[in-house]
């Protein structure tokens, strides 16, 4: 456990005392999180907080559940000291993923997954339907173990309004200006929290995975859209409109200007899954030779296209595919030099559906990178993978449902 910072110090001089003693009581939280059951002395000494101040502070972490007190530990001379520890049972949180499968986990307050559900994603109003239905399996599954839900967390693929949990346009489940926060409240009857899926990817890779320790850092996500999330001096940020991040939209070059994007945006139109996909087949078409062209009845038609396949098949040395990927690795490499010149970060992050294929791409881009920006970041794949999206959302169902369950309550 870190000593308070300056960052944290000059809280004080601000006058917000509320936010102050938020930002101890978290500290304090974490410390016994993390390094386990400690008498009141020992938290004093390593957060180096007055024994007053402690006192206060476990006592409001006690009254609300959080912290438990334990038997006495060993004495050195005299009465032994009762050691406090944290309650990772005083609660649970769930947190979902809405990509091409739904998937939600049910976690306690230390973030261990307790039960998982997955259903088939759907658009429209079903889909709503079936998002509803596998949180109430999630709560009844929490009730089953004794622990009340705190809170829920959503992953959307959209920009979503923070903190309105309006999920402005999400072309694959057809939700336009949905009020999806305020629709789930009413029908689960919890705190329910609306994020960009790329974003709470952030901060489930800063929570848990290959952002961990990172103050500044950038979560890519490749799939059918392509969307980053900003940890920038350790606080997510959304933008303006909470539309930071949206490097999908970024314009490759000049001959794109003055087109109109309805669905997909321009970049992510050309190296998201479909992108990949309609370039293959133009190849193919074309008449390229390709150990992807098989053909059915007539010998002229190629069988359906999956990105999988091509990127498989760019692997194995592949011609045409590896010329796609080729393509591909071009246009990433412009919104990563961009997105790198602008924010400086210390590391990026693959991840999304095609983080499996990482090795295609990394070294490439590093490579076109080399001289190219003032400061080259570290280029990483994903170490939650598809689970970064479940951890994301758990910590900030966990951070919004608790102000002293995090040292950094503003990462949300």
């Given at each position: ?8 110090v000059?809280?004080s001089?601000?006058?917000n005392?509320?936010l102050?003693?938020?930002?101890n009581?978290s500290?304090v939280?974490?410390l016994?999180?993390?390094e386990?059951p ?14 007053p101040?402690?006192t206060r502070?476990t ?5 609300s ?23 990772a ?20 307050l ?5 039960a998982?559900?997955?259903s ?9 339907e079936e ?12 009730e089953?173990q004794?622990l ?8 959307a ?5 923070y903190p309105q ?13 949905l009020?999806?926060?305020?629709i ?25 995975g ?32 909470s539309?930071a ?11 794109y ?7 997909f ?25 390709t150990?992807?062209?098989e ?5 002229k ?29 071009d ?18 992050i693959?991840?999304?559906?095609l ?31 598809l ?26």
């Amino acid at each position: 456990m870190r000593p308070l910072s300056d960052k944290d110090v000059n809280l004080s001089r601000t006058g917000n005392a509320a936010l102050l003693r938020k930002v101890n009581e978290s500290a304090v939280l974490k410390l016994l999180r993390e390094e386990g059951p400690m008498a009141r002395s020992e938290i004093a000494r390593h957060s180096r907080l007055s024994a007053p101040t402690i006192t206060r502070i476990t006592a409001s972490l006690i009254d609300s559940g959080l912290v438990l007190e334990r038997e006495a530990g060993s004495s050195t001379g005299g009465r032994p000291p009762t050691l406090l520890e944290f309650n990772a049972s005083a609660g649970s949180v769930i947190g979902v993923y809405i990509g091409q499968q739904m998937t939600g986990a049910l976690a306690n307050l230390s973030g261990k997954v307790l039960a998982r559900r997955t259903s088939d994603s759907v658009a429209g109003d079903r889909g709503v339907e079936e998002l509803v239905a596998l949180v109430t399996e999630l709560m009844e599954q929490a009730e089953a173990q004794g622990l009340r839900v705190r809170g829920v967390a959503v992953g959307a693929p959209s920009i979503v309004l923070y903190p309105q949990g309006v999920v402005v346009w999400s072309p694959t489940l057809g939700w336009q200006n949905l009020p999806l926060k305020r629709i789930l409240e009413e029908q689960l009857g919890v705190p329910v929290l609306i994020e960009n899926e790329v974003n709470l990817i952030a901060l489930g890779e800063s929570w848990r995975g290959a952002g961990r320790g990172l103050d500044n850092l950038v979560c890519i996500s490749l799939g059918e859209g392509i969307g980053s999330g900003l940890i920038l001096n350790g606080r997510l940020y959304r933008g303006a409109g909470s539309a930071a991040g949206e490097i999908g939209y970024m314009i490759p070059s000049e001959r794109y200007l003055g087109q109109k994007y309805d669905t997909f945006g321009c970049m992510e139109g050309l190296a998201g899954s479909l992108g990949i996909i309609q370039r293959a087949r133009a190849r193919i078409n074309a008449g390229e030779r390709t150990s992807l062209r098989e053909s059915s009845g007539n010998g002229k038609e190629p069988k359906p296209l999956t990105v999988g396949a091509i990127l498989s098949a760019a692997r194995q040395g592949d011609a045409l595919a590896a010329a796609v990927v080729a393509e591909t690795i071009d246009y990433l490499t412009l919104a990563i030099a961009n997105l790198a010149s602008l924010i400086a970060p210390e590391r990026i992050i693959i991840s999304g559906e095609l983080a499996e294929y990482a090795d295609l791409f990394i070294e490439p881009i590093q490579n076109r990178l080399n001289g190219l920006i003032p400061h080259m970041p570290d280029i990483v794949v994903s170490e939650l993978r598809l689970d970064a999206v479940i951890f994301g959302a758990v910590a900030a169902a966990l951070r919004e449902t608790s102000d002293a369950l995090f040292v950094q309550p503003s990462q949300v």
